[in-house]
């Protein structure tokens, strides 16, 4: 996926905050209230959030650059290439309040869900940030259709590293969302739903994911 890719992940994290919000607010408007300090296990829980992100975004990357290796090269990155553009449309038209149908990618994770959600009751309530790190860690893998349908643009990164800093740029994305929580939750919120500002998040994402087709065509010789 060409470098656009990057921006086009962090402003899907950033402008898909109020669903971020409704996955992981409960815990982070926890973390953001009373003290000062808490800001240390808010930054701690975040901090292990979006390393799981990255982590995840290595193993799609390293899988689609596995693919590659299959049979003949050429066609494989093109399909990754088609796939991930496939996503990016996808996204923007989910930014747009078009479609909820990314929902459905929820499904995928339920199975590993079952089996680390019993471990997050061992770090609840957090009070430390020893306990808000793993925390973070384990929420990172909870079912969510937004990180899963990112996820997916990361197979056609071409290497772990690339498909970690794909999901890393997600994870900063989602950050002020969270890392506000609680603060000017409100006010963030308001200025996320504004029907302006998805439309412009959603037509530019929308339009990576259609730049990315046009560049395919042309590799195609369609055009």
């Known amino acids: 996926?060409?470098?656009?890719?990057?921006?086009?992940?962090?402003?899907?994290?950033?402008?898909?905050?109020?669903?971020?919000?409704?996955?992981?607010?409960?815990?982070?408007?926890?973390?953001?209230?009373?003290?000062?300090?808490?800001?240390?296990?808010?930054?701690?829980?975040?901090?292990?959030?979006?390393?799981s992100y990255s982590a995840a975004g290595a193993i799609a990357g390293a899988l689609g650059a596995a693919s590659l290796g299959l049979e003949?090269?050429?066609p494989a990155r093109l399909i990754l290439y088609f796939f991930a553009n496939l996503m990016l449309v996808a996204l923007g038209f989910y930014l747009l309040g078009v479609t909820?149908?990314?929902?459905?990618t929820e499904r995928v994770g339920q199975n590993?869900?079952?089996?680390?959600?019993?471990?997050?009751?061992?770090?609840l309530p957090a009070r430390?940030?020893?306990?808000?790190?793993?925390?973070?860690?384990?929420?990172?893998?909870?079912?969510?259709?937004?990180?899963?349908?990112?996820?997916?643009?990361?197979?056609?990164?071409?290497?772990?590293?690339?498909?970690?800093?794909?999901?890393?740029?997600?994870?900063?994305g989602t950050l002020p969302n969270l890392l506000l929580a609680g603060i000017v939750l409100a006010r963030l919120n308001e200025f996320v739903r504004r029907p302006a500002v998805r439309m412009f998040s959603g037509l530019l994402v929308l339009g990576f994911g259609l730049y990315g087709f046009l560049g395919l065509a042309r590799l195609l010789g369609w055009i």
Request: net charge positive; aromatic share 12%.
């Open 100 to 104: 909820r149908a990314l929902a459905f």
């Open 128 to 172: 430390t940030m020893s306990q808000a790190f793993p925390l973070g860690l384990l929420w990172g893998w909870l079912p969510c259709g937004l990180v899963y349908s990112a996820l997916a643009s990361s197979l056609s990164a071409g290497s772990a590293g690339r498909g970690a800093l794909m999901m890393l740029a997600f994870g900063l």
């Open 112 to 123: 590993l869900w079952r089996v680390l959600q019993p471990l997050t009751k061992r770090f």
């Open 72 to 74: 003949g090269q050429v």
């Open 1 to 51: 996926m060409p470098d656009t890719g990057y921006l086009a992940l962090f402003l899907v994290g950033l402008l898909g905050g109020t669903h971020c919000v409704g996955m992981c607010g409960g815990i982070v408007g926890a973390f953001s209230m009373g003290a000062p300090a808490r800001w240390s296990m808010l930054l701690s829980y975040n901090a292990g959030r979006i390393i």
